[in-house]
Structure formats: C-alpha cells, structure tokens
C-alpha cells in the first residue's frame, strides 16, 4: 500500500453548540484554520475529537463535513474506535462511505485484551477494508497496549500502515521503530506532543499532536524544519510547543485544548459532560502559556 502517514496531523476537536449538537459551521472554519497554517492531514473523531461522544449518524455527518472541506487538501484520517470488533468494522464502513483516507482504530477500551486477541482483532478489521489503517496504542487511556512485538506482526498486513504511540513512554516508540525497521510500508506517528522532534531523529515520521490545534504553525514547524535539516530550528519549535502540552494537564482532557481555542477566537464550545470547564486560575495560567507563546 502506498499510503505513508506522515507530518503533524491534528486530531481536530469537535465543536459543539451551547445544547451540546455539532457545530458544523466552526467545524468547517477550524479545518480551513488549520490547512492554512501548514498542517499535514486533519484527523476528526480522534480522543480530542470526543470521539466517544457520538452515534454512528453523528459520526457519518462529522465525517462527511471533514471530507467536504478538506477537498483533497490534506488527507483526512478518521478514528473508528469502539469496545467491539464488529462496532469498530461498522464505524470502518461508514469512513469509508463517505470518502476518508485512512483510518486510526484504538485499542478496545475497558476489556483488557491478550496479545493475542489484540493480534487477531486489528487483523479483523483490517481485513474488513481496503483503507489504509494506523493502529492508536493508548495505554494510559484504555489500560491496553500494544506490545511491539505484536506491533512487529501486525507491521507485515499490508494495509496496516502505522501506529501512533501516545503512552510518552519513550523506549516502548523507540521499540516499535527498532523492530519494524526496514518495512517502507509501515510508520511510527508520536502522539505525546513534547516528543515529537525525538521521534523524528529516531525515525517516526510525524505525529498526530493535540496541541496541534491549538499551534498548528508552531507544531508544523517541528516537522517542516526538520526536514528541511534545520535542526536547531525544529528544536525550538518543539521548546516552543512544550509549555502548551504541559499545560493539558490541568483539567480533564480535551478541556485545555477547546479553552485555547477560545482563547484564540474559535467559538468550539465546551467539552460534554462529564467533562468540567476549567476553573478560572487554569484559564489564567493557560492564557498566559498562550500569550508567551505569541498566540493571543
């Protein structure tokens, strides 16, 4: 398969009206936002998407409006996560349907799975499509995590084109580009935002950053620079996104990067509950993070 993720791709919020409905139109403007500051793909549904938020119907029109506005721009990767195979597959098609680029399927969440049943469940879906598919290994979020020796195996499927890594542990990524190096067909995405120009000089190929968002320019810059062999400057840029991740820790995510987003002048809404608004001194020391940052 030709298909090779790379650069920073950000997995785009979703936002929503004061009800709690999808706000199609600042949709939109978030994904003309976000192409226009030199992203490298948009990923809708992803965890800062809520993608557990929202029914299949939702999931559909969220995904159809991705496509629509991306226009062949960037690709459009799209998460198709659910507790179950045949819920994972069902959420495929409907990606499919409406015309993605490549999928990211999360490990099950809540059911701790076996190796072994991790192996055969992405088989499972990747057999299910044509699509490209990155696996989404989040330990901290679902108490699973692919093992890189399983990783090895799944590398070898051949729609099976990557894996993003969003543990922050920095010697399991560097094991997942150790053990499948050499196969062109298969790629390592970051998805802890302070690691990004660590995995690029190890060999990842980009990551699917959050605070991407928020920065797009100054997260772009990491990988752009970077390539172009400026490495002192692809290193300032990740110093200079560092502060912002550090700051999603206050609250429960995604609620710092909707805040920012406001903060920035995108009417995103809030997160749905249960998820709570941050509390005024979390706003006042993210307002200042941004304003360091030169972003407000």
Same mark, same amino acid.
């Given at each position: 398969m030709n298909f090779k993720p790379r650069g920073i791709i950000p997995p785009i919020i979703t936002p929503l009206t004061s009800d709690g409905k999808f706000n199609e139109p600042i949709f939109r403007q978030m994904i003309n936002f976000l192409i226009s500051e030199g992203v490298h793909g948009i990923f809708p549904l992803g965890t800062t998407g809520e993608f557990y938020a929202f029914s299949p119907d939702e999931v559909r029109q969220i995904l159809k409006v991705a496509v629509e506005e991306a226009a062949g721009r960037v690709p459009v990767y799209a998460g198709a996560n659910h507790i179950t195979t045949r819920g994972v597959i069902e959420l495929v098609k409907i990606a499919e349907e409406v015309g993605v680029d490549v999928i990211s399927v999360l490990t099950p969440m809540f059911v701790s799975q076996t190796q072994e049943e991790l192996y055969e469940f992405y088989v499972s879906v990747a057999a299910s499509t044509k699509l490209p598919i990155i696996i989404y290994n989040n330990k901290p979020k679902t108490n699973v995590g692919v093992e890189p020796t399983t990783v090895a195996r799944l590398a070898k499927i051949d729609n @099976?084109? #990557? =894996?993003?890594? &969003?543990?922050?542990?920095?010697? !399991?990524? $560097?094991?997942?580009?150790?053990?499948?190096?050499?196969?062109?067909?298969? &790629?390592?995405?970051? #998805?802890?935002?302070?690691? =990004?120009?660590?995995?690029?000089?190890?060999?990842?190929?980009?990551?699917?950053?959050?605070?991407?968002? @928020?920065?797009?320019?100054?997260?772009?810059?990491?990988?752009?620079?970077? %390539? $172009?062999?400026?490495?002192?400057?692809?290193? /300032? +840029?990740?110093?200079?996104? +560092?502060?912002?991740?550090? +700051?999603? !820790? %206050?609250?429960?995510? *995604?609620?710092?990067?909707? /805040?920012?987003?406001? %903060?920035?002048?995108?009417?995103?809404?809030?997160?749905? /509950? *249960?998820?709570? $608004?941050?509390?005024?001194?979390?706003?006042?020391?993210?307002?200042?993070?941004?304003? $360091? %940052? !030169?972003?407000?």
């Open positions: @099976i084109v #990557g =894996i993003k890594d &969003s543990t922050g542990d920095f010697t !399991n990524t $560097e094991e997942y580009l150790r053990l499948t190096r050499g196969n062109d067909n298969f &790629s390592v995405l970051l #998805g802890r935002d302070t690691l =990004i120009y660590a995995g690029l000089a190890y060999g990842a190929t980009g990551a699917i950053a959050s605070c991407a968002n @928020i920065a797009p320019r100054i997260a772009a810059d990491i990988y752009d620079k970077y %390539m $172009e062999g400026d490495l002192k400057g692809s290193l /300032e +840029a990740q110093y200079q996104l +560092a502060p912002l991740r550090i +700051a999603t !820790n %206050m609250g429960t995510f *995604p609620a710092v990067i909707k /805040e920012g987003l406001v %903060m920035r002048g995108f009417e995103v809404g809030k997160c749905l /509950e *249960p998820i709570a $608004e941050l509390l005024p001194e979390q706003k006042e020391k993210l307002r200042k993070v941004l304003k $360091e %940052m !030169n972003l407000i």
